[in-house]
């Protein structure tokens, strides 16, 4: 299956910005066929999505982030991309980069995942 390796996290103060980004190798030819998602879980809760690019470059997004995060790919160099502005303390979490395939307009269902990169915003 594709390997996924997130970075680009880190410790920012709220209102900053980070840019995440998921590198995907083993995927061969077929990346750009791929769904590509960003999850995000924090200490004792869910794993929750946040945002989705399908193969098509359609994007959705979690309510809480709609307006401040942006999901971009290329599939040239097989990399997703994060954009992650005015942050909040709330955004505090492990992120996670996946792969699956697209089961509603609004979510993938995860068949592969990278090993997370934290974000800790502070107030």
């Known amino acids: 299956q594709v390997q996924l390796v997130e970075s680009g996290g880190g410790l920012v103060q709220a209102g900053g910005s980070l840019r995440l980004s998921c590198a995907a190798t083993?995927?061969?030819?077929?990346?750009?066929?791929?769904?590509m998602g960003w999850y995000r879980q924090a200490p004792g809760k869910q794993r929750e999505l946040v945002a989705v690019i399908t193969s098509g470059g359609i994007t959705n997004y979690a309510d809480s982030v709609a307006g401040r995060f942006t999901i971009s790919r290329d599939n040239v160099k097989k990399m997703v991309y994060l954009q992650m502005n005015n942050l909040e303390p709330e955004d505090t979490a492990v992120y996670y980069c996946?792969?699956?395939?697209?089961?509603?307009?609004?979510?993938?269902?995860?068949?592969?995942w990278g090993q997370g990169t934290q974000v800790t915003v502070s107030s």
């Open positions: 996946a792969q699956g395939p697209l089961v509603s307009s609004n979510t993938i269902r995860p068949t592969s």
């Open positions: 083993g995927s061969g030819s077929i990346f750009r066929l791929y769904n």
